[in-house]
């Protein structure tokens, strides 16, 4: 997995998880700016993201503390996109599941991201950092 960083306005915006083998560039308009994070310990949104000469260097923010609202509509914003995300990769596997055409892999697929989906709906939306689940490989 690897985490990347929306950077909006210096800023981290939001931070997503996606499977090695997707392409970031494919999956959002170009005109937003998503960096790999996946090596930056303890990221998270709000934090301040500067592009020095082609590299990225992210600070904690200490100027910035979000109010418990921000950090839930932050939090709702990252789970709808992860549920998103999830259902795009349920759809086929639970379209060959209705037409009885399923393989054992589509079978054992589907339930890990139902489970996944059901597991980001338990996530705690007003923490600063929530324990996001891991996607299925």
């Not at 709000?46 to 950090?71: C, H, K």
Request: aromatic content about 8%.
């Amino acid at each position: 997995m690897k985490t990347f960083a929306r950077v909006q306005d210096g800023l981290v915006s939001e931070l997503i998880l996606i499977n090695e083998d997707q392409d970031i560039t494919e999956m959002f308009h170009p005109s937003m700016i998503w960096v790999d994070a996946s090596n930056v310990e303890g990221v998270c949104e709000n934090w301040l993201a500067t592009n020095d000469n082609g590299v990225w260097l992210f600070a904690e923010n200490v100027d910035s503390a979000a109010t418990p609202e921000e950090i839930y509509a932050t939090n709702r914003s990252n789970q709808s996109a992860l549920q998103a995300q999830a259902s795009t990769s349920m759809t086929p596997l639970l379209l060959s599941l209705q037409l009885g055409d399923a393989t054992e892999v589509e079978t054992s697929l589907a339930k890990s991201w139902q489970a996944y989906s059901r597991a980001l709906k338990e996530v705690d939306l007003n923490v600063q950092n929530p324990a996001w689940p891991s996607p299925p490989a």
